[in-house]
């Protein structure tokens, strides 16, 4: 799933949840409960096979999809430093999964197993673009629906 679509629910996880540590870890669980859905994702081909001098353009695209995130939450939130942090929370995994291309170590190589085969196991399987992209557009809308409110 792409940052924009965790980001934005992540932070109406914390704006929505009174409990700081309960937003918190709940922003964090939110991320592996949304990667369960059908799903699209941008290519980021370069960075995931170590061609970092091919990679400005994948780099480009994550920090392009990031910064509207934060975006739309600045435009549509509260602005609560709860909000951003959760927000945050919310693409850790996804952060985890980065930094074992860099350290390999045996806690991110157990991560990345989790959370790339058991949670993604809908990646491979047969299903339109159109539902794994219905699916980002309705956490989205909701998302955005839950920040304003």
Same mark, same amino acid.
């Given at each position: ?13 914390? /704006? %929505? ?7 918190? *870890? ?35 695209? &994550?920090?392009?999809d990031f910064m509207l995130g934060i975006l739309i939450i600045f435009l &549509? /939130?509260?602005? /609560?430093? %709860? ?17 074992? =291309? ?6 991110? =190589? %157990? ?7 058991? *949670?993604?196991?809908? =990646?491979? %399987? ?14 989205? &809308? ?8």
């Amino acid at each position: 799933m792409i940052l924009l679509v965790h980001l934005l629910f992540g932070a109406a996880i914390g /704006s %929505k949840i009174e409990y700081f540590c309960l937003a918190l *870890i709940l922003a964090f669980l939110s991320h592996y409960f949304l990667d369960l859905f059908p799903h699209t994702e941008y290519p980021i081909e370069n960075i995931k096979n170590n061609q970092w001098q091919k990679s400005l353009p994948d780099f480009l695209r &994550v920090a392009t999809d990031f910064m509207l995130g934060i975006l739309i939450i600045f435009l &549509v /939130s509260e602005n /609560s430093l %709860k909000i951003y942090i959760c927000s945050l929370l919310s693409v850790l995994p996804d952060m985890l999964t980065l930094l074992n =291309k860099f350290l390999n170590t045996n806690l991110l =190589k %157990k991560h990345d197993n989790f959370h790339l085969k058991k *949670i993604h196991f809908l =990646k491979d %399987k047969k299903i339109s673009q159109f539902w794994r992209f219905l699916t980002q557009v309705t956490v989205i &809308v909701v998302s955005i629906l839950l920040l304003k409110s």
